[in-house]
C-alpha cells in the first residue's frame, strides 16, 4: 500500500470526464494535481475545486511533443517530481474502418496512442532515476475487441493495453508500476464528441442509460490502483469476463455481433 499524501501526478486530459473526475479524487487523497488540457477556462474550473496551492494548469495537446514536455517540465517545478502520470486524452468516432481515410486514422493514433507515450515515456525514464512512480493510461473496455464501426479506436486503445503490459514486465522491479485502466460505457463528453465527428448522432454505439457508469466510480478506481498498485483496472467484473470469453470464442462473437449491429441499424 503506498502513501499518497503530497505526491504530483499529471494528468492529460484533465478539462473533462474521467480526467477531471480523477484530478479530483487524487488531490482528496492528498495528492498534488498537474492539471493538462487544451481548453484553459475548464481547467481553472478543475482547479478552483481542488485549490491553487494543491494544482497547477497547463494547457497543452498531447499532439504536441513540445506541450508534453513543457507539461512534465511545469508540473515538476510547480508541484515537485512527479510521482504518477496519467495518460487520458482520446477521442472515437463512428466510421466503417474502410471508410475512414489513412489521416483521420493516423490523428485518431496520435491522439490516443502517441499522445500517451509523450507524456508516460520521458516521465518513465525519470522516475527510473529515483526508483519511484507509476503510469497509468486510460484505455477501454473495447481495447479486447474490436467493435464494428469503431476499429480505430479499437485498435489505438488496444496499443495503448499491450505497450502498457509490455512496460509493465519490463519495469518489474525497478521500483515503477505500470497500469491500464478499461472503463466501460461513462457519462461524460466522450459520445457528444464522437458524434460530432460522425455527423452528428451514433447509431451503434454506447450502453443504455442504466448500464452507463459515471467519471466518480472510474477515478475512484484508479485512486485504489495509485494506492495499492495492478496491472489492470476495471470497473465492471461481469464486462471484463464477458470479454475474456470473446477470445475463446471469435466465431460466436462475430454472430452476436453482426445480430447486435443489424438491430441498431434498423
Not at 36 to 63: F, N, P, T, W
Not at 67 to 80: F, H, P, V, Y
Request: hydrophobic share 40%; with cysteine; glycine share 8%.
Amino acid at each position: 500500500m503506498h502513501t499518497l499524501s503530497d505526491q504530483p501526478i499529471l494528468i492529460s486530459g484533465a478539462s473533462s470526464g474521467i480526467g477531471a473526475a480523477t484530478a479530483i479524487k487524487c488531490a482528496q487523497a492528498g495528492m498534488k494535481v498537474a492539471l493538462m488540457a487544451r481548453r484553459e477556462d475548464k481547467l481553472q474550473a478543475i482547479a478552483e475545486k481542488i485549490g491553487a496551492d494543491r494544482c497547477c494548469v497547463i494547457v497543452g495537446s498531447v499532439d504536441s511533443d513540445e506541450d508534453c514536455e513543457r507539461a512534465i517540465e511545469e508540473s515538476q517545478t510547480k508541484l515537485g517530481p512527479l510521482y504518477a502520470v496519467l495518460a487520458n486524452a482520446g477521442y472515437g468516432q463512428e466510421i466503417a474502418c474502410h471508410q475512414m481515410s489513412i489521416e483521420d486514422i493516423r490523428a485518431m493514433f496520435e491522439t490516443n496512442f502517441y499522445g500517451s507515450l509523450r507524456l508516460v515515456l520521458p516521465a518513465i525514464e525519470q522516475f527510473k532515476e529515483r526508483k519511484q512512480g507509476h503510469v497509468l493510461m486510460v484505455a477501454s473496455c473495447l481495447s479486447k475487441i474490436g467493435l464494428p464501426y469503431y476499429g480505430a479506436y479499437c485498435a489505438s486503445k488496444a496499443a495503448q493495453d499491450y505497450f502498457c503490459r509490455g512496460m509493465r514486465l519490463e519495469l518489474k522491479g525497478q521500483g515503477i508500476h505500470v497500469s491500464s485502466v478499461h472503463p466501460v460505457g461513462t457519462k461524460t463528453e466522450f459520445f457528444d464528441e464522437a458524434a460530432k465527428r460522425s455527423g452528428g448522432s451514433l447509431k451503434r454505439a454506447g450502453s443504455s442509460e442504466r448500464f452507463m457508469q459515471t467519471p466518480d466510480r472510474v477515478a475512484n478506481a484508479i485512486v485504489r490502483c495509485l494506492k495499492k498498485p495492478k496491472g489492470e483496472v476495471w470497473t465492471s467484473l461481469p464486462v471484463r469476463l464477458a470479454l475474456s470469453a470473446t477470445v475463446a470464442m471469435p466465431s460466436l462473437t462475430d454472430w452476436g455481433l453482426t445480430k447486435v449491429m443489424r438491430k441498431r441499424d434498423t
